[in-house]
DNA sequence: GACTCCCGCCAAAGC
DNA sequence: GCTTTGGCGGGAGTC
């Protein structure tokens, strides 16, 4: 009945000719059912509106066809056959077919005939729409549009809207367009010279609006004013709203059964408001073989103006407002291939380092959209570590610590994981490894920087003993960040893997050692060792971050080599230029500190075994209680009182390290003085004391082995004892056999993790301890470094944390 | 009452 | 001139 009465008898008597005998048997059911029935009885029997949803007929649709059909099969679709057999009048299918029109799962063929294409093209037709969407700007534009309704709660008048239009006016993208796909163009003049294609062109630019937003989330209300921006945005009144709303519900239905999207809400301060998250495939921009096709009703730019190709260029050379239709026309395809062509050539150059460094495209690719978050975070981090820094200036000032703050060379600065995790901005990654945290440090005899890495722990206790220290965290957050968002598709992390991965994200877990799961310490391999350029870069972004927490301070002193403000404006500009070095240096360092994880993924490396950049460390202790010195109580819950904890880091080019071994040579670290980081013997004498439980179990117990060649290298290469004299490790951990083989750290590492088993000596029944203690406890001793080097005021210079040096000293350190 | 979206009118485009 | 296609908005069903 329905379909006699939505077609002609001519056209229903020649399909139900071409219907199976099943399609036959539906039909005269449905015919014996209404004869036998009753009005009211047959209307009961119809299917509920729901059963008729746009989803449900789209799942239906669906069903019929295979994801991914062979060429073999007749993937023919004729519309009539499809709705009369899914009972639905021929409209509705148009609504589904333009949906998957637009992800090109589909493509018209003839009149009512389409070809079936499944999901053969849908992830190169997501990075086509995605690299669109870039293109267009909608990230931008989706934050306009939240930005002004925000302000819009505060300014009811019409200047608002006249302004919303300007700025809507003004874009340049603001032409309505369709992308296309090699292969995939309209072939029908109709199709593509028709104005009135935008139930496919809006479908697009839905998708875009998901695959360019971060979260994945987007509400219809933006999406319909992008959408009526980019249309007619004088109309911009409530019935245009309404309509384009009614639009997106059915693209949104069709995508939704698609599996692409997944109907959400989101609670915004005006109430719950519907909207869209992203749940298809995630999109890599990778796209530099993917030629996109971009169909365009107007002509904004000139041709030679990065036109995106050969369909776009016979588009706009033929606009297609009115009645005017064109199609190609064969004497453009030569002129549009040779700009074409061009066009392949520049883009073809996806090594470029310019692209890559500048966080384009091609940069995307290795990151998907989260990447665009790092730069904000590394940016609250900042922000939030300054004010901290701040906080701890003030609360030190009046301590018992005497502390010289008036030449700090290096700032002291708390530790991420300080960072209160529910500060993070939504579908921001917490910060997860905060275990390491790099200072920089000028080298006194080859003026070479030295990077001082500080556990979490580290970095509390060296905030109370030397407030005048700024710890410079790496942006390992970003970094985990990122590989937790990749790990789908970058890194194929395992179960167990994200498992881990969990548990060392969690923010709360990393406050404290105590908290922090047992970590295995191995030192596997140093096949990661050497990444030069990871090691420059990180410590240009160490520089910078230095650079900028020196201006955040405004101490009116600078990090060495660093100019310093003269005035304010020159502050800014300073500010600015650094912010935008650091966002680029931060994403360049990240990529290959992901890279990096990468590999030692694949070479089976354990995630949470310890990571320093390559070169060799002077670690520092890692076991402190801050009893002592006018701790407060949140200070000391700060002060960790990790004991086996080792040190991680995704770092591009690390060397593993064990816990033992950062308490080895963390005493050269403690006496090395290319700093002029001034303690008081008043503050050395208030520092806690490390006792004999806490070295037992830690440090003996957990079988620290220093590693001597670590040590006297470290001693050579900052002068404090002459080239050739070896010096043994500290007698404290005499007893504890050495060995410079580069095995002997993974022995001890696994001693480490066998002692991680055993109960750790309560914190109270150790007391107040530092691993640092023990170089006030051999002062001098023949077994060890020299003593404090005391200044002519009577304060001792010492430096606390990992020391680091450069990596061309590495193989020295590998005896 | 707001949200959701089915339904079908009707005009443009195609043949 | 008939058919196909699809924009559009009323209004019914649902929450």
Redesign the pocket.
């Known amino acids: 009945m329905l379909i006699s009465a939505a077609?002609?008898e001519?056209?229903s008597r020649e399909q139900r000719r071409e219907l199976s005998n099943d399609v036959s048997e539906v039909l005269q059911a449905k015919h014996c059912l209404q004869e036998h029935l009753s009005g009211d009885e047959y209307e009961k029997s119809q299917p509920?509106?729901?059963e008729?949803?746009?989803?449900?007929?789209c799942h239906k649709f669906l069903a019929r066809y295979p994801d991914y059909p062979s060429t073999e099969e007749n993937n023919y679709i004729c519309?009539?056959e499809v709705a009369e057999e899914l009972n639905?009048?021929?409209?509705?299918i148009?609504?589904i077919?333009?949906v998957l029109e637009s992800l090109h799962m589909v493509s018209?063929l003839?009149?009512?005939?389409y070809a079936w294409h499944g999901r053969h093209n849908l992830s190169k037709t997501l990075q086509a729409l995605k690299k669109v969407g870039e293109e267009n700007k909608y990230t931008q534009q989706i934050q306009m549009i939240k930005k002004r309704e925000y302000e819009h709660e505060f300014d009811f008048d019409g200047e608002r809207n006249e302004e919303t239009a300007r700025t809507f006016g003004s874009n340049e993208h603001s032409e309505m367009s369709f992308v296309e796909l090699p292969g995939m163009e309209f072939r029908?003049?109709?199709?593509n010279?028709?104005?009135?294609?935008?139930?496919?062109v809006m479908s697009q630019k839905f998708v875009m609006l998901f695959l360019v937003s971060t979260p994945q989330i987007v509400s219809?209300e933006v999406a319909a004013k992008i959408l009526i921006g980019e249309d007619q945005l004088e109309d911009l009144d409530k019935?245009?709203f309404?309509?384009k709303?009614?639009?997106l519900?059915?693209i949104?239905?069709v995508l939704s059964s698609l599996e692409l999207i997944k109907?959400v809400?989101v609670t915004e301060e005006r109430?719950r408001?519907?909207a869209f998250k992203w749940t298809g495939p995630e999109v890599l921009p990778n796209i530099q073989d993917t030629k996109l096709e971009t169909t365009s009703t107007t002509c904004p730019t000139p041709i030679s103006e990065s036109i995106p190709s050969k369909e776009q260029c016979s588009k706009n050379l033929f606009p297609s407002r009115?009645?005017q239709?064109f199609t190609r026309h064969p004497s453009l395809i030569k002129l549009v291939k040779t700009i074409e062509n061009d066009r392949r050539k520049i883009q073809s150059a996806p090594t470029s380092p310019v692209k890559i460094c500048a966080s384009t495209d091609q940069n995307l690719s290795a990151f998907p959209s989260k990447m665009a978050q790092v730069p904000a975070v590394a940016k609250h981090q900042l922000e939030g570590q300054s004010k901290k820094a701040k906080e701890m200036k003030m609360k030190l000032s009046g301590s018992a610590l005497e502390c010289n703050l008036s030449s700090p060379e290096v700032v002291l600065k708390p530790e991420p994981s300080q960072q209160p995790a529910l500060t993070q901005p939504p579908g921001v990654c917490p910060p997860s490894h905060s275990s390491v945290s790099p200072v920089i440090l000028p080298h006194p005899h080859s003026a070479l920087s030295y990077a001082i890495y500080l556990h979490p722990s580290q970095a509390h206790t060296v905030t109370t003993y030397s407030p005048s220290f700024m710890l410079q965290p790496l942006p390992r957050a970003n970094v985990t960040g990122i590989k937790s968002i990749n790990s789908k598709v970058v890194n194929k992390t395992t179960a167990e893997e994200g498992d881990n991965q969990i548990a060392t994200d969690d923010p709360t877990k990393s406050l404290t050692a105590k908290e922090r799961p047992t970590i295995k310490s191995e030192t596997s391999s140093q096949r990661c060792l050497k990444r030069p350029q990871a090691l420059q870069e990180s410590n240009l972004i160490k520089r910078y971050r230095s650079d900028k927490e020196s201006l955040d301070t405004s101490l009116g002193e600078s990090i060495k080599n660093e100019r310093p403000p003269s005035n304010s404006s020159q502050m800014n500009h300073e500010m600015d230029n650094f912010q935008e070095e650091k966002q680029n240096k931060t994403e360049t360092l990240d990529q290959n500190m992901t890279r990096c994880y990468d590999q030692c993924k694949r070479e089976d490396i354990p995630e949470d075994e310890t990571f320093f950049p390559s070169g060799y460390l002077i670690p520092l202790a890692q076991c402190t209680h801050g009893n002592k010195a006018g701790f407060s109580d949140e200070e000391k819950a700060g002060i960790c009182s990790l004991q086996h904890t080792t040190y991680s880091s995704p770092v591009a080019g690390v060397i593993p390290m064990t816990a033992p071994e950062l308490k080895a040579v963390n005493i050269p670290a403690f006496h090395i003085t290319p700093l002029n980081i001034m303690l008081s013997p008043t503050s050395i004498a208030a520092a806690p004391v490390l006792s004999n439980s806490c070295l037992t179990s830690s440090n003996t117990a957990s079988a620290p082995n220093p590693s001597s060649s670590v040590l006297n290298f470290t001693l050579q290469h900052v002068g404090l004892i002459p080239a050739g004299v070896r010096v043994p490790a500290n007698p404290v951990l005499q007893h504890v056999p050495v060995s410079s083989q580069p095995e002997n750290v993974s022995r001890s590492s696994e001693n480490l993790n066998l002692q991680e088993e055993k109960p750790c000596v309560p914190k109270e029944a150790q007391g107040p301890q530092t691993v640092t203690e023990n170089f006030f406890r051999t002062p001098g001793g023949p077994n060890t470094v020299p003593s404090l080097a005391a200044n002519s005021d009577g304060t001792n210079r010492i430096s606390q944390g990992t020391l680091y040096i450069p990596q061309r000293k590495l193989e020295v350190s590998e005896d």
Request: overall charge positive; cysteine-free.
């Open positions: 077609s002609p001519i056209r509920s509106r729901k008729k949803s746009l989803g449900l007929l519309l009539d639905v009048e021929r409209r509705r148009y609504d077919v333009n018209r003839a009149k009512n005939r029908a003049a109709s199709v010279s028709r104005k009135d294609k935008s139930l496919r219809l019935s245009k309404k309509t709303i009614r639009r519900y059915d949104a239905n109907k809400h109430g408001k519907p009115g009645k239709n």
